[in-house]
C-alpha cells in the first residue's frame, strides 16, 4: 500500500509562512500532484496542482502567494505559502495521480493550518 506523508502544516499569524511538503512513502511512478484544502463547513478544494513537466495551476484565492514546486528524482512536494490570511484556514491535502499497479490518485492524512488573525 502506498501512502503518502505530509509535513509542516501548523499555526502562523496573519502574514506569516510555511512550508508544506508531500512525498510518497514507496517509490512509484506519478503524473500530476496537488494540494487541496478543506475548511469546516466547506467542500475540498484545488489549492495548486503540478504535473510531470512543471507546469503549474494555482487557485485565484492563492496566486501570488502560494508556491508550489515538485523534486521529480525524490516525488517531493513542496508548498511555499507566503502572506498567508485567516481565510486560509483549512486542512490540507496532497494528491498524486500514480500508478502502484494501476494508475488512481493516491491521498494523504492532512495537516492542519491555522492563521490567527
Known amino acids: 500500500q502506498v501512502q503518502l506523508v505530509e509535513s509542516g502544516g501548523g499555526l502562523v499569524q496573519t502574514g506569516g509562512s510555511l512550508r508544506l511538503s508531500c512525498m510518497p512513502s514507496?517509490?512509484?511512478?506519478?503524473?500530476?500532484m496537488a494540494w487541496y484544502r478543506q475548511a469546516p463547513g466547506r467542500q475540498r478544494e484545488l489549492v495548486a496542482s503540478i504535473n510531470s513537466t512543471g507546469d503549474t495551476i494555482y487557485t485565484d484565492a492563492v496566486k501570488g502567494r502560494f508556491t508550489i514546486n515538485r523534486d521529480n528524482a525524490k516525488n517531493l512536494m513542496t508548498l511555499q505559502m507566503d502572506g498567508l490570511k485567516p481565510e486560509d484556514t483549512a486542512v490540507y491535502y496532497c494528491?498524486?495521480?500514480?500508478?502502484?499497479?494501476?494508475?488512481?490518485?493516491?491521498w494523504g492524512q492532512g495537516t492542519q493550518v491555522t492563521v490567527s488573525s
Open positions: 514507496k517509490t512509484i511512478a506519478i503524473n500530476t
Open positions: 494528491m498524486a495521480h500514480g500508478r502502484y499497479g494501476a494508475w488512481e490518485d493516491f
